[in-house]
């Protein structure tokens, strides 16, 4: 167990819908990071935050969007979903927002139909 | 960007062997190299880590070396076990500390 929990683990919605992924960090940490593995595309990193600010930005559609709050867990919110945004979402954590060990989550498996 | 590939995509191998899974990257500014284990159904974990200024580094049955010049490296998994079969990805990450991961093995040992 790595101490990331992420919810729900399951999410089964309809084309055109919205969904909200949640994220809570490992204790202490203060950088949460959101990834997307697919079978075609593998691990892609969308965005990290750190302490509530947007740290750096990966291959994130513009009709994603995600946020830290003050308790510093996270929410990636996925909006007109098509059938391609069908993949399993992980969050990650770290302490900081160098090059440390990154702490990932089970998942949430999508699957848009 | 960076550009990390692995390889081979799927190994298998009988219990007691070793295990050898090679990574390259394209970027000579990275200089860190993590490795994550992932199981069925999991996230993936953290099993070792190598920092540009060491070549090799171990931990009981797993080693990874670095050669910075070729922009190469690997992972060694010593007398291999049923539950080292899972997914093995590699990743690379330089001055903008995000891992550029590699595509992934699948690592079957056999009883």
């Known amino acids: 167990d790595s101490g990331v929990t992420q919810t729900p683990k399951h999410l089964i919605t309809a084309t055109g819908q919205r969904v909200t992924l949640r994220c809570s960090p490992r204790?202490?940490?203060?950088?949460v990071y959101w990834y997307q593995q697919s079978l075609d595309q593998g691990l892609q990193f969308l965005i990290q935050?750190?302490?509530?600010?947007?740290?750096a930005k990966g291959n994130i559609l513009e009709r994603f969007s995600a946020q830290q709050f003050p308790d510093l867990h996270s929410e990636l919110n996925l909006s007109s979903l098509e059938l391609g945004d069908s993949a399993l979402y992980f969050c990650?954590?770290?302490?900081?927002?160098?090059?440390?060990?990154?702490?990932f989550g089970p998942g949430t498996r999508l699957l848009v139909l | 960007g960076e550009n990390v590939e692995q390889h081979p995509s799927t190994l298998s191998v009988q219990e007691g062997d070793s295990a050898v899974i090679k990574c390259t990257y394209s970027d000579s500014a990275s200089n860190y190299f993590p490795w994550y284990k992932q199981e069925l159904g999991k996230g993936p974990q953290l099993i070792i880590d190598?920092?540009?200024?060491?070549g090799e580094k171990k931990d009981q049955r797993i080693a990874v070396t670095l050669n910075k010049t070729a922009k190469h490296f690997s992972l060694h998994i010593t007398e291999t076990q049923p539950e080292d079969s899972a997914v093995y990805f590699c990743?690379?990450?330089?001055?903008?500390?995000?891992?550029?991961f590699g595509r992934g093995t699948s690592l079957i040992v056999h009883p």
């Open positions: 990743a690379a990450s330089g001055g903008s500390y995000i891992p550029t």
């Open positions: 190598i920092r540009s200024n060491v």
């Open positions: 935050y750190y302490n509530g600010e947007e740290r």
């Open positions: 990650a954590s770290s302490v900081g927002s160098g090059q440390e060990t990154q702490y």
């Open positions: 204790s202490g940490d203060l950088s």
